[in-house]
Structure formats: C-alpha cells, structure tokens
C-alpha cells in the first residue's frame, strides 16, 4: 500500500511492517486460546488488530497504551471491518522512532495557516476586540505553538496536527461570508468569537503520542478551560467594555448549541446562533470529508458504518471512475 493511504485500506492478506502506537490493548480468551486484541495508530490513521501467537499472554503483561511497537501483520477481515492479523511485534527503541512522528498530519504548514489568522486578527477595526485578539494569540508564545499544532478533535473531525487552527479558520470563513447576509449582524463580534470559540482545546487535548484528553479536559471541558483563558485576557486590557465581554463570553459558551451537545446556554443572538452552525456545519462536513478520502480506495457504495453520526455515507458519487 503507499504510505500516504489510511492505514485501514491496506489490502486483504497484504503485507506490512511499521511503526505503531497503542491506543489500548486487551488479552481475550476464545475457545481457551488467549489472545490479545488492541487498537493501533500512525500518522495514517487508527486500526484495531489481534495477536494470536503462543506468547499472547506475556506481551499482555508488557504492553501498555502508549507504547510504540514495530510490527509485522497481514490486513484481514473481521466482522466487516480490515484488522491487521500481527505476526511479529516487538516494542521500539527509544531512538528508533519519536511519538510526534506517528501523529496524524494537516496538509497545510502551520506558518501559512498562522499568517490567515493574523490576516484575520488584522481586519478587526474594533481596539478592544483587536486587543483580545493579540492577547490570546500573540503575546504568548507557547499557546500559540500549540494552537498552531493541535488536533481540532479527538476521533472525529480535524483529529491531525493543525486540526484546530484549520478548523478555526475555516469557521471564520464561514461566519464572515454569512455576515453579508443579515444586516444586523455585528461581524466584527462575530469574528471574534468565530476566532475564540475553541481556544479552550489546547487545553483540553492532549498529544502525547496520540490525541487524547487531559485530566482537566475530563474535568472542565474546553468551553470553560476556553472562557477562563479568555476572561484572563480580558482582565489586562484597560476599560474593556463588560457588555461586550458578556457578548463574547455568551459566543463561546453557547457555540455547542443545547444542554446535550455541551453548551450551558443556547445561542441567543444573531452571532451566537450564525457561530453555531458554522461550527457545527464545518464539523460535520470536515468529518465526512474525511470519512470519504479514507474509504473511498475499498471501492465500495458505502462506508463503513459511522456511530457518530448513526448511518453509513454513500462513496460512489466521489470515485473518479
């Protein structure tokens, strides 16, 4: 397979020796025979996979998540999906291969991306705004890196390096072009709070080895870790008008929508509810997109089935036969 496919589309009985990070790991028993039974990631994507040889039971006792191995497998079929069936594994050396390696990529630089932002930042007339703006994402050097770098999810949409700040584009995008419709909205709050609304993420994500949540992601959340960074902010700049910051502040917390979706308010002006399905529309379309550029090569109609969304997605429209 080439090394730019996801990692699922390897072929049936195909080949493989690489590199992979264990994202969990389990030893099962069937018809007495343990075996271990795990999920793996690279800078292609995730797979799960199961060892059956006869030391099942001490690699069990070895192997923990987080761990790199090298592994030698085949591509097989279980239960409708590709596994990898491993043959041969062993856990890397500290020098062979670094963590950050093994993490999925964006397919922009950080610095181009960056430069969008600034662009952004630089077309908000408004100085307290402005302010904010620079404040978050300028006068600190080590948010900003990881803002640059970071994951927009978890799994599901944006989950590679530069994910969030693609994400966060992308939604202001969208927000600015929809503030030409509706002459009431205000799009310099808009932007703003298009530019704001996942701040928190750098704070709740974690990329060690694979994209995962922090102790104070599980706790908090990225909506409040977000309005804590951003009331911060908001305390070093003089004068800052506290309605406006209630404004920004109710963009952030209300970009989720509903109660079940996250969101302690629902969005109650124009640029909350414009924020909102900007977000959810890019989240979405994000997702399938990528659902798409990983399936597609299995030729078949459709997906494999995808929990979060409840349905399979049609293929054979995107295929350039």
């Not at 701040?199 to 102790?215: A, H, L, M, R």
């Amino acid at each position: 397979m080439d090394k730019t496919d996801n990692i699922k589309n390897i072929g049936l009985g195909e080949a493989i020796t690489d590199y992979f990070i264990v994202r969990w790991i389990e030893l099962r028993h069937y018809d007495g025979k343990p075996y271990l039974a795990m999920e793996l990631s690279c800078s292609r994507g995730r797979i799960k996979a199961s060892y059956w040889g006869e030391d099942a039971e001490k690699f069990a006792s070895k192997i923990s998540e987080g761990d790199i191995l090298k592994v030698q497998a085949r591509g097989t079929d279980y239960r409708g999906q590709r596994w990898l069936k491993i043959e041969n594994m062993r856990k890397a050396k500290p020098d062979e291969i670094s963590p950050q390696e093994l993490l999925p990529r964006g397919k922009y630089s950080p610095k181009i991306l960056w430069a969008r932002l600034k662009k952004l930042i630089n077309s908000i007339k408004n100085p307290y705004m402005k302010q904010l703006l620079e404040k978050v994402f300028l006068s600190d050097r080590d948010f900003a890196k990881k803002f640059a770098t970071y994951p927009a999810a978890k799994l599901w949409h944006g989950a590679y390096t530069t994910g969030l700040l693609e994400h966060t584009l992308r939604v202001a995008k969208l927000c600015d072009v929809a503030s030409t419709f509706y002459p009431d909205c205000r799009r310099e709050l808009l932007i703003t709070g298009a530019l704001l609304h996942d701040v928190g993420k750098v704070d709740e994500i974690t990329i060690e080895g694979f994209f995962d949540y922090s102790t104070k992601g599980r706790l908090v959340g990225h909506i409040t870790l977000g309005i804590m960074r951003i009331e911060r902010a908001i305390s070093e700049i003089k004068n800052f008008p506290p309605e406006r910051a209630d404004e920004i502040f109710h963009l952030v917390v209300s970009h989720h929508g509903t109660g079940e979706m996250g969101s302690p308010v629902p969005p109650k002006t124009l640029e909350a509810m414009i924020l909102h399905h900007a977000d959810m529309l890019d989240a979405q379309s994000e997702g399938i997109q990528h659902i798409i550029e990983r399936d597609i090569p299995r030729g078949e109609d459709f997906s494999e089935f995808i929990k979060i969304l409840g349905r399979f997605i049609y293929l054979a429209g995107y295929r350039n036969d």
